[in-house]
């Protein structure tokens, strides 16, 4: 059975801050694995896919790297803002039929200014 | 181009009523898939409509039931009410042929309330 787990849970940094959250899976065996952005009791906001062949994708000041092998993904932010409070979750499309996805319980970030 | 919508965005009910949530895919996708959030967690999967028919199905008991119409939007159903189903429960929308490969699409979520 595929779990997610994301460490730490909660995360406090001053504004600039380079950090990098932490997202691990149990099975290999994925499709792909997407970072969610979400804001307190609102929906999710896609914020990067990463294809099981791929090794890592950018947007901005986001990279996100997969390493499957080893069941584990980062997301580093560059700079941090205020604007980047938010919890940050993880989610891998398992490599079997159908398209649910699992998520991690996220990551909750305060950039304080 | 309308995102996902859901509503309505808050909903407070009681042990043992019956309620149902409502999601409009973003304009061109014809997958629904439902997610239930409790406080603290991450999502978890309900179930997926595609052609009027749900596809997949997680652990989720019978009282948890769903329909999708002809123009792609779907309802969450939920008969007796229990207090732990008080939950964000989320919509997301995707193209079927090529969902596994593409991002998926949340709404903003519908905050049920269960006393």
């Known amino acids: 059975k595929q779990e997610v787990t994301q460490i730490p849970a909660a995360l406090s940094v001053p504004e600039g801050e380079n950090l990098v959250l932490n997202c691990s899976f149990t099975?290999?065996?994925?499709?792909?694995l997407q970072w969610f952005r979400q804001d307190p009791g609102k929906g999710l906001t896609s914020l990067l896919l990463?294809?099981?062949?791929?090794r890592e994708q950018t947007s901005g000041r986001l990279n996100a790297s997969l390493d499957k092998s080893s069941g584990r993904s980062t997301l580093y932010i560059a700079a941090s803002q205020p604007g980047d409070s938010a919890t940050y979750l993880c989610a891998v499309r398992p490599g079997q039929a159908g398209t649910a996805l699992i998520f991690g319980k996220g990551t909750t970030l305060s950039v304080s200014s | 181009d309308a995102g996902v919508t859901q509503s309505p965005t808050h909903l407070i009910k009681t042990r043992g009523q019956q309620v149902t949530l409502r999601c409009s895919p973003k304009s061109g996708h014809d997958t629904v898939s439902w997610y239930q959030q409790a406080l603290g967690q991450g999502p978890q999967f309900i179930f997926q409509?595609?052609?009027?028919?749900?596809?997949q199905r997680g652990n989720f008991p019978d009282r948890f039931s769903g329909h999708q119409y002809p123009n792609y939007s779907s309802e969450l159903n939920v008969n007796a009410l229990l207090l732990g189903d008080s939950a964000l429960y989320l919509c997301?929308?995707?193209?079927?042929?090529?969902?596994?490969?593409?991002?998926?699409?949340f709404g903003s979520g519908t905050q049920l309330s269960v006393l």
């Open positions: 409509y595609y052609e009027e028919e749900e596809r």
């Open positions: 997301a929308s995707s193209i079927r042929r090529t969902a596994t490969n593409e991002k998926l699409f």
């Open positions: 990463i294809q099981s062949s791929q």
């Open positions: 099975d290999s065996a994925i499709y792909n």
